[in-house]
């Protein structure tokens, strides 16, 4: 199916046919339907709280990309929300090539239309408080070879809460922690290909799987700089539950802050009443480096294939260079490949 092109200019007053006769992004909100492709020219564009929630089909999605003055290559919009939100409600939308900031206290993007998608953006949440100040809330949607901030150093805040979601090939950098899976009913994410870092609390937070079953699939990550990697909070008992796999993962300096918490672990299950619970979680081919408290805090739980780094995985991570270290106990030669997502965020 052939897309229908439009046009968006900062300026617009035209009936939106090229980037001489555009739309303003106001306009566009209000006139686009399904079967478009919404081309929107690289400038700054202050928006009030914006809800995107025309439906379109898989084969005939709403295409929103970021272009540059000419309309022969990308370019790199800048939404400049304020305090507002960015709501893609509507199904099928394919959002690419845009920068995204609020000050939200609760999210600057809400993914949420069935099938959507996040691709090659760059989404920062710059507010501070006692709210979550989430980059991003996905819910059966895709987050593809995107750069997630969240400035927040609440406790609460998380750079993605993510729901039923495919999150690949991303880099998310944080105050707080990184991603939240929480206790809805659509809850098995997969996340791939990602570098998780700078945190003061844990990578991926899972909350609240008493009630759930909760298939999760982790795999080639990088989570450096947490108290704790990945964290299990109250997990299904066996009989119900759906294994969750993490695998080929690098859990890199997980440091113990607080002695009265439980912290320090590249991965950690926070309530175990059963021992029975951490035969759900299955381990494989996961590297660790710098964990003060252990590998992981899962009984007996083997994880299969295990290597301890001696020295710094990374060549020059001060440096943001994620390539791995190819001296004889660094990650390059211990691990081959781990977390090298397709997208430069530079």
């Known amino acids: 199916m052939a897309l229908i092109e439009r046009y968006v200019t900062v300026a617009g007053g035209g009936d939106g046919s090229s980037f001489a006769n555009a739309w303003d992004f106001p306009t566009a909100v209000a006139s686009y339907t399904a079967g478009m492709r919404i081309n929107v020219v690289e400038d700054t564009y202050t928006l009030v709280a914006t809800n995107l929630n025309v439906s379109a089909t898989a084969s005939g999605p709403i295409v929103w990309r970021g272009r540059n003055a000419t309309d022969d290559g990308d370019g790199r919009p800048l939404l400049n929300m304020g305090v507002n939100t960015l709501n893609i409600s509507g199904e099928y939308q394919q959002f690419m090539n845009f920068d995204i900031t609020s000050s939200n206290s609760s999210y600057t993007l809400l993914l949420n239309g069935d099938g959507s998608l996040s691709y090659k953006c760059k989404v920062y949440n710059t507010g501070e408080g006692s709210g979550t100040y989430s980059g991003i809330v996905a819910t059966d949607t895709s987050v593809v070879n995107c750069l997630i901030s969240s400035t927040n150093t609440n406790l609460l805040g998380y750079s993605i809460i993510s729901n039923n979601s495919f999150i ?52 080639n990550l990088t989570i450096y700089n947490f108290n704790n990697g990945i964290v299990f909070d109250q997990l299904q008992p066996i009989a119900t539950a759906l294994t969750t796999v993490i695998q080929n993962c690098l859990f890199h300096s997980c440091i113990e802050t607080n002695p009265s918490f439980y912290d320090g672990y590249g991965i950690f299950s926070e309530f175990n009443t059963d021992n029975s619970l951490i035969s759900t979680i299955s381990l494989l081919n996961n590297s660790y480096y710098n964990c003060s408290n252990g590998l992981h805090n899962l009984g007996d739980n083997p994880d299969t294939g295990t290597i301890e780094c001696t020295d710094d995985p990374f060549a020059n991570i001060s440096a943001d260079d994620y390539s791995l270290n190819n001296s004889p106990n660094g990650g390059a030669l211990l691990r081959g490949t781990i977390a090298s997502p397709a997208y430069n965020w530079s």
């Not at 991303?170 to 206790?183: L, P, R, V």
């Not at 290909?193 to 844990?202: H, P, Q």
């Open 168 to 219: 690949s090939g991303c880099k998310i950098i944080t105050n707080s922690n990184g991603i939240k899976t929480t206790n809805a009913s659509r809850t098995n994410n997969i996340i791939n290909s990602v570098i998780i870092g700078n945190g003061i609390n844990n990578g991926i937070y899972n909350v609240d799987m008493s009630t759930i079953t909760c298939p999760m699939t982790c795999t």
